[in-house]
């Protein structure tokens, strides 16, 4: 059975746009490559070739990956999202009970994860030890670095 992903209407935009680029304009410049490499004669010795050929591997299997989280996307409706307990699409503020940090993520799939925008997959050892919690509860989240309790302080959409 394949992985249902849920996401946001915008996320499922931006995966089309991605792909519709992967196929409207790298298929085709990554096809010239190739032809390119073809008229400079043997190809069995043409490391161009080789190149283009290997590139072209890897831009179908992106392709295929994006086609299949297109189809296995699930748009979340998020006028029933609330803030009662941690679910997906939900911003989470949260404490570090051991040095105070307070850290703000916003649940969202994995599509869609931007540490940058504070913005972190339901599959990461985070997210998926507060999914479920409710304000005020403490959660001892399982890390890399080791175990580190949470504390949650807020819970918004």
């Known amino acids: 059975m394949a992985n249902v992903s ?4 915008e996320g499922l935009k931006k995966l089309r746009k991605e792909l ?83 850290m703000e993520y916003t649940l969202v799939s994995e599509t869609e994860a931007n540490l940058k925008e504070a913005k972190i997959a339901v599959s990461t050892p985070i997210a998926k030890g507060l999914l479920g919690k409710k304000v005020g509860d403490k959660v001892d989240i399982k890390v890399p670095s080791g175990v580190i309790p949470f504390e949650i302080i807020e819970i918004s959409i």
């Open 20 to 102: 519709d680029h992967l196929m409207t304009v790298e298929r085709p410049r990554i096809s010239n490559e190739i032809g390119e490499a073809i008229e400079k004669g043997d190809i069995s010795e043409n490391a161009e070739y080789d190149a283009a050929k290997d590139a072209q591997g890897m831009l179908e299997a992106k392709i295929s990956i994006v086609q299949g989280q297109i189809a296995n996307a699930r748009i979340i409706d998020e006028s029933k999202i609330d803030t009662f307990t941690v679910q997906i699409l939900n911003k989470v503020k949260i404490k570090n009970c051991k040095n105070n940090a307070i």
């Open 6 to 9: 849920y996401m946001t209407k």
